[in-house]
């Protein structure tokens, strides 16, 4: 799987594990409509192994912990139960050791689909998937939401209750430090609280949304991306008209010089394997589904200075992901560049339907803009990227942008 990407659920009990290079600590919490727990009693971890439909079991190091999920005794008013994992040592990021999730049948044991979150740095904690109900039908999303402040940043974020320890009777008057987050009970524990109560109060934010996350539709009209952000393009329960364009602008920053950058698409498929890439030098790929308009030497001049269409009903089915990328061929860097962006319209009506901006600018003369992916279900889910990267041209974005996938 994909981030953002999901499948139907074919057994009604799955279990999910998440092995890493080093012992991961695993937890599920139980969401509501609102993406909250109702009490901390829908939080399942090493302390607290069983809630309503949801277990943990741990691997006691030696094979990975395990989340198991029965769809048929989860509550009703329960729609999502989020699978997380954070580093068993206190303060180790996911930086090289990037987990990786296995869903499978709980019964029989077959596997239903892996998914390992790319680019992962200073992240200590980690949102790996979800099991969700939609419209009556139990599906798995592959999420890889990454937090910097370990499992109570996690916890916090979905409603746990997170509080100060208190002082130890023996203590000096000031309070102890608390315990390292979702440090695991082994042999006879030290007074280590529980990670729930590894955290002031205070909320913190996750380090960077991720794919998927918050995902909105078309149906109140035209959307602003944020970055990391995902839009469904379905508009009133239907599937968006399958012909779209994406327009690709920017203009020289500070009254600078004309800066010649040139927007591509890769395509990709199930595998993240490299099926093609539409540029300046190759107007038309898969049998004309996509097309580029051509090259724009300047980025003078006001709208769109170059467009992709896309037919997503022609799309080979071996095509499941685009990247929209931008590269600077004369080596001038993105810091030169001034309000680019990305914007996906209606090929049909010209309709603007959706728009990403870029805010900020770092010296690399890559970016990847924007990812189509094609969900299970059929319908194609657009995500504002914003990542950059030290390449010139689209044959140096093909390994980076699958590994954004």
């Not at 001049?301 to 499941?320: F, K, N």
Request: with cysteine.
């Amino acid at each position: 799987m994909t981030p953002g990407s999901n499948i139907p659920l074919t057994a009604a009990r799955v279990a999910v594990d998440v092995a890493a290079p080093v012992r991961l600590d695993v937890s599920g919490l139980l969401l509501t409509a609102d993406g909250k727990v109702r009490s901390d009693d829908d939080f399942i971890f090493f302390n607290q192994p069983s809630g309503p439909g949801v277990t943990y079991q741990s691997g006691g190091g030696t094979t990975p912990d395990k989340i198991t999920v029965d769809t048929a005794a989860v509550p009703s008013g329960i729609e999502k139960i989020v699978v997380t994992a954070s580093p068993d040592a206190a303060g180790q990021s996911f930086q090289g050791i990037e987990p990786t999730a296995t869903i499978r049948d709980a019964d029989t044991g077959s596997v239903l689909a892996t998914f390992t979150p790319p680019q992962l740095g200073t992240e200590t904690a980690l949102v790996i998937v979800e099991i969700y109900l939609r419209n009556g039908v139990w599906k798995a999303r592959a999420v890889g939401q990454g937090y910097a402040n370990g499992l109570a940043g996690i916890a916090t974020d979905f409603g746990v209750s997170v509080e100060e320890p208190a002082p130890a009777p023996a203590a000096a008057p000031a309070a102890p430090m608390a315990p390292p987050v979702g440090q695991p009970v082994q042999g006879p524990p030290p007074p280590v609280a529980d990670p729930r109560q590894a955290a002031p109060a205070a909320p913190p934010a996750p380090a960077a949304p991720a794919p998927g996350a918050g995902k909105i539709n078309l149906d109140k009209g035209r959307v602003s991306l944020q970055k990391n952000q995902t839009v469904s393009l379905v508009k009133g329960g239907k599937p968006l008209l399958s012909q779209i364009k994406m327009g690709l602008g920017w203009e020289p920053a500070f009254r600078g010089k004309n800066i010649d950058l040139d927007a591509s698409v890769i395509a990709y498929g199930p595998n993240r394997n490299h099926v093609d890439s539409c540029y300046f030098g190759k107007l038309s790929i898969v049998n004309g589904a996509i097309k580029h308009s051509g090259d724009n030497l300047t980025g003078e001049g006001g709208g769109d200075d170059e467009v992709i269409a896309v037919d997503l009903g022609r799309l080979p089915q071996d095509v499941t992901g685009l990247v929209f990328t931008v590269n600077s061929f004369s080596g001038q860097k993105f810091t030169e560049v001034a309000k680019a962006y990305c914007r996906l319209m209606d090929a049909a009506t010209g309709e603007e339907l959706v728009r990403f901006d870029l805010t900020n600018a770092e010296a690399q003369t890559g970016v990847m803009m924007a990812k189509l992916i094609k969900q299970f279900s059929g319908e194609w889910e657009m995500t504002g990227m914003g990542q950059f990267v030290k390449s010139r041209t689209v044959r140096g974005m093909v390994k980076p942008a699958a590994q954004a996938l």
